[in-house]
C-alpha cells in the first residue's frame, strides 16, 4: 500500500503561485509514475502533469509553461510548481501513484487550491 498526503494548497489571487507537495509513505518507494490530477464539482478529474521513474514529464497543454512537476526520491516527494495561476485553475488538486503513466492506482486526499480574480 501506499499513502499520498498533499499540502501547499491555498488561496491565491490571479497571477500568483503556489507549490503543491505530496509525500508518500507506506511502500515508501516512490512508484513508477506519479502524477497530479484536479477536479471541481461536477467535472470530471483531469490529469495536470506526470514523471515516471526515469524523470521524463508530462503536462497538459492547459498548464505548459505555468506549471512543473517535479519529484525528490531522497524525500519520496512530489512537488507541482504553479505559476501565472488563472481562476481557472480553482480545485481541489491530486496527487496520484501507480505503475503506469498517468497513473490511478493511489490516491491523496486532495488540498484545495482558489484563485480569486
Known amino acids: 500500500q501506499v499513502q499520498l498526503m498533499e499540502s501547499g494548497g491555498g488561496s491565491v489571487q490571479a497571477g500568483g503561485s503556489l507549490r503543491l507537495s505530496c509525500a508518500a509513505s507506506g511502500a515508501t518507494n516512490i512508484r513508477s509514475c506519479m502524477g497530479w490530477f484536479r477536479q471541481v464539482p461536477g467535472k470530471e478529474r483531469e490529469g495536470i502533469a506526470v514523471i515516471d521513474s526515469a524523470g521524463k514529464t508530462s503536462h497538459a497543454d492547459f498548464v505548459k509553461g505555468r506549471f512543473t512537476i517535479s519529484k525528490d526520491n531522497y524525500k519520496n516527494t512530489l512537488y507541482l510548481e504553479m505559476n501565472s495561476l488563472k481562476p481557472e485553475d480553482t480545485a481541489m488538486y491530486y496527487c496520484?501513484?501507480?505503475?503506469?503513466?498517468?497513473?490511478?492506482?493511489?490516491w491523496g486526499q486532495g488540498t484545495q487550491v482558489t484563485v480569486s480574480s
Open positions: 496520484a501513484a501507480g505503475d503506469y503513466y498517468w497513473p490511478r492506482d493511489y
